[in-house]
């Protein structure tokens, strides 16, 4: 039987993982517009500006996917770039929590760092047992989480940023792990609702909040995400 202290550091090694891909409405965009990280180690500093879109990430890449307003968006994670295997959980070793999905309106999507006004468009946190963390429910789902592009959003360029928050080791100081990754959006079809007033990334999140600074396993936690209400378009 494995020490707490092994399962602890073994567990921490295979969780490691990446949101590297985009879909549009079931069509695979593959990595196209995503800001893809250079590895797959999570982030801890919360006050660290790479928590807007990743180390290296305030750099775009050159393509941009077109979406429209009122489309079901799929983010995708693996543990290991380029591996896209069901049979591998995207992030493994019951590194339960949620998954965050943040907007931010900008100029130019492949231009922007990061440095913008980010709104909380959807998230799945927990509804009482293992099963139901928003990472769970990935892992069941071949790394894939789907959200909707509010209907009523208005047309331009957007940072989508994914959030992946692994809490097993939360119960310490600066023991929760954020993965995150930016995708290059314009909305070109659109509504006439602007974003609301966000977040600003660093800022958002503190490292004593409830949900960073938590023991997951816990009789009967109720547990909330961090970061803003979700933001579902006017």
């Known amino acids: 039987?494995?020490?707490?202290?092994?399962?602890?550091?073994?567990?921490a090694v295979s969780a490691h993982a990446v949101w590297q891909d985009?879909?549009?409405?079931?069509?695979?965009?593959?990595?196209?517009?995503?800001?893809?990280?250079?590895?797959?180690?999570?982030?801890?500093?919360?006050?660290?500006?790479?928590?807007?879109?990743?180390?290296?990430?305030a750099k775009g890449v050159p393509g941009v996917c077109d979406i429209s307003a009122g489309d079901k968006l799929t983010v995708e994670m693996h543990q290991q770039l380029g591996d896209r295997k069901c049979a591998n959980e995207a992030i493994g070793g019951r590194h339960f929590g949620p998954v965050m999905i943040y907007m931010c309106a900008v100029p130019d999507a492949k231009e922007s760092n990061g440095d913008c006004s980010w709104v909380k468009v959807a998230e799945d946190t927990y509804a009482g047992t293992e099963a139901s963390w928003g990472t769970e429910k990935m892992n069941k789902n071949c790394g894939k989480t789907n959200f909707t592009v509010p209907k009523s959003l208005k047309a331009g360029n957007y940072l989508v940023r994914a959030e992946a928050l692994a809490l097993h080791t939360a119960g310490g100081n600066n023991g929760a792990q954020f993965y995150m990754s930016c995708y290059q959006v314009n909305v070109a079809k659109g509504g006439s609702t602007p974003l609301p007033a966000g977040v600003k990334i660093p800022g958002a999140y503190s490292p004593k909040d409830p949900g960073i600074l938590v023991n997951i396993y816990q009789p009967n936690i109720k547990y909330v995400a961090p970061?803003?209400?979700?933001w579902s378009g006017a």
């Open 1 to 11: 039987m494995l020490s707490l202290s092994l399962f602890v550091f073994a567990s």
């Open 22 to 57: 985009l879909w549009v409405n079931g069509k695979d965009q593959s990595s196209t517009c995503v800001r893809m990280p250079k590895n797959n180690s999570p982030m801890s500093n919360v006050n660290s500006p790479d928590m807007r879109c990743n180390v290296g990430g």
């Open 227 to 230: 970061g803003p209400k979700v």
